[in-house]
């Protein structure tokens, strides 16, 4: 196939989002954010036990999907660099600025360092308070002077029928669960801003050559391990620890699964939008969405794959620790939910993306990446929510209650829209700052007429 862009079709400096319709989007976004922020705060602290802990589950929900798009991208933009890629490079500032919401996100964690709402998503932190108290230690003091590693700590536990938790309090004790989580955002967070730097220098440099290429490819040989740490263990401090009698193995490939292929997914969305507002035109081609879509039908593959050897292997072993997550969600109307994201996330997918056609159609990519966006959204809800009743009714001492939680969805509704629109106005603010391609990477013409 001959090459039908050259040089001349590829604007001097770039292009830049500047329509108005990116702005008010921004702004209004900013202004639903913020709103939501401060009515959040006015739930955890003058709510009742109830509300505001049945809350604290709506927003972990609707900040660990919206972090799972921002984790992808960071993951996307490391594997384009340390693969060395050409295809994408029309579309990589996308991959960049979708992965730097993540140190943004970090603002929207500072609710879960507050005891108040630990105390209602994860046990094992009430359990620890609970033991403290009657030790007469700080939960911060006692493992500054090495508390939580001594066998009084342990003993405890253990007299308060906690023996599992006692054998990983090493791990599992507040210190060290706040300078993971703090590490995770720093590493993570610098990773992805030295990559989107180096790729926006190149726009201005007099000479861009491929020296920021090389640079880029070597910062992500150590930067992909780092994505590879902070992705699974936060998904397992934040996710799985919510009942931390829990063991997986899988866990965090089952997480990094969802995060690559909804990521994907909003990535090819995000495209379309904007070549509907008239950029991208001579960059992006039906063959970028070809390629785009065969790595979103990959990782819906590959989730399916991951997602039912946990459960096979679980299942067939039989074993107590193993099998209580899915216990739990097969017990009254949550089987509903399990066996919908068994045809819902795979079987639909699977035959909507397998055709090189649909994969090529804008408009029905478009239908195609808001469905699994929903449907991933789903997904990490299954995770999450199924939690909230029993916890709750053993922290508040509730009796009787549904495992629905029946009343509350308007909580989650109103935590997504809160997370989301404080993600979409990070994520417009990133593509409205920079151009939206890599203008002058000396491998833009291979992609932009790129053919496979």
């Known amino acids: 196939m001959g090459h039908f862009v050259t040089s001349a079709d590829i604007p001097e400096n770039g292009e830049k989002l500047t329509h108005p319709l990116a ?4 702004f209004f976004a900013g202004i639903i954010a913020a709103a ?62 979708l992965g730097f919401v993540f140190p943004f996100m970090f603002l929207l964690m500072i609710p879960f360092f507050f005891p108040a709402v630990q105390g209602h998503l994860w046990e094992w932190h009430t359990h620890f308070d609970n033991v403290t108290a009657n030790e007469g230690v700080s939960r911060f003091a006692g493992a500054l002077f090495g508390y939580w590693s001594n066998d009084g700590m342990k ?75 902070a992705m699974t263990f936060w998904a397992i401090d934040f996710v799985k620890a919510l009942d931390y009698k ?72 039989n074993i107590t620790e193993e099998t209580t997550y899915y216990l739990l969600r097969n017990t009254e109307g949550w089987n ?39 449907i991933h959204a789903l997904d990490v809800f299954h995770m999450i929510i199924p939690e909230r009743a029993p916890s709750l009714s053993l922290i508040l001492g509730m009796k009787d209650i549904h495992l629905w939680f029946s009343g509350m969805w308007g909580l989650d509704l109103f935590a997504f829209i809160t997370v989301g629109a404080f993600f979409i106005f990070i994520f417009i603010r990133n593509l409205r700052s920079a151009a939206l391609y890599p203008h002058r990477d000396p491998r833009i013409l291979e992609s932009a007429n790129v053919h496979n």
């Not at 922020?37 to 955890?44: P, R």
């Not at 989580?181 to 720093?186: C, G, K, L, N």
């Not at 969802?258 to 495209?271: P, V």
Request: hydrophobic letters at 50%; a positive charge; one cysteine or more.
């Open 246 to 317: 829990w063991f997986s193995t899988m866990w965090g490939v089952y997480f990094f699964a969802g995060c690559a292929m909804a990521s994907m997914a909003f990535i090819i969305l995000t495209t379309i939008l904007l070549k509907k507002l008239g950029h991208f035109k001579k960059v992006v081609t039906g063959e970028h969405f070809h390629l785009m879509g065969k790595l979103n039908f990959a990782f819906v593959v590959f989730w399916a794959y991951v997602t039912f050897s946990q459960f096979f292997l679980y299942w067939y072993a």
């Open 23 to 26: 702005k008010t989007i921004q």
């Open 36 to 97: 939501g922020i401060v009515i959040s705060v006015g739930i955890w602290f003058f709510g009742s036990d109830k509300v505001s802990g049945s809350f604290s589950y709506s927003y972990l929900f609707a900040f660990t999907f919206f972090l799972t798009l921002a984790l992808g991208g960071c993951f996307w933009t490391l594997l384009h660099n340390v693969t060395n890629s050409a295809w994408g490079t029309s579309v990589r500032r996308i991959f960049e600025n």
């Open 336 to 374: 509903i939910v399990s066996m919908i994201l068994v045809g819902g996330h795979f079987g639909v997918p699977l035959l909507a993306l397998i055709r090189q056609d649909v994969k090529k159609n804008p408009k029905i990519m478009m239908i195609i990446t808001l469905y699994l966006l929903t």
């Open 155 to 229: 003993t405890a536990l253990t007299d308060n029928h906690e023996a599992i938790l006692a054998t990983k309090s090493w791990y599992m004790n507040p210190v060290a669960w706040y300078i993971r989580s703090v590490f995770y955002f720093a590493s993570l967070g610098f990773v992805i801003w030295l990559a989107r730097k180096l790729s926006i220098q190149q726009d201005t440099d007099e000479n861009p050559g491929v020296k920021n290429l090389f640079r880029a490819r070597a910062y992500a040989s150590w930067g992909l391990p780092i994505f590879g740490v």
